[in-house]
């Protein structure tokens, strides 16, 4: 079992950046795979970010590339998400998952734990 908590979401401008954290309770973290997804009402978990255990895949959806910035730090069980040029579009609860699937994956049915989630505000 793993168990994610993600913190450093909140209420922003347009324009603005914020930097999401998510800590792991595995000392096996580093055989993860760890994303970012995100929910915004009345819609569908969509994939933000993934990276690999060792940080040698990364991907990001269209709609953060040249914004958006993951990094992990398995020494420290954490996953980061740092967030650019925050738009109002990019409203929405971020979750941080787990998977044991290699590559990076975007697809929320292979991530086998998720944090609590983070409200992201972004105003205009």
């Known amino acids: 079992q793993v168990q994610l908590v993600e913190s450093g979401g909140g209420l922003v401008q347009a324009g603005g950046s914020l930097r999401l954290s998510c800590a792991a309770s595995?000392?096996?973290?580093?055989?993860?795979?760890m994303g970012w997804f995100r929910q915004a009402p009345g819609k569908e978990r969509e994939f933000v970010a993934a990276?690999?255990?060792?940080?040698?895949?990364?991907r990001y959806s269209d709609s953060v590339t040249g914004r958006f910035t993951i990094s992990r730090e398995n020494a420290k069980n954490t996953v980061y998400l740092q967030m650019n040029g925050l738009k109002v579009e990019d409203t929405a609860v971020y979750y941080c998952?787990?998977?044991?699937?290699?590559?990076?994956?975007?697809?929320?049915?292979?991530?086998?734990?998720w944090g609590q989630g983070t409200q992201v505000t972004v105003s205009s």
């Open positions: 998952g787990a998977s044991l699937q290699g590559g990076g994956s975007p697809l929320a049915a292979h991530y086998d734990y």
């Open positions: 595995r000392r096996t973290f580093s055989s993860y795979t």
């Open positions: 990276v690999s255990w060792r940080g040698g895949t990364i």
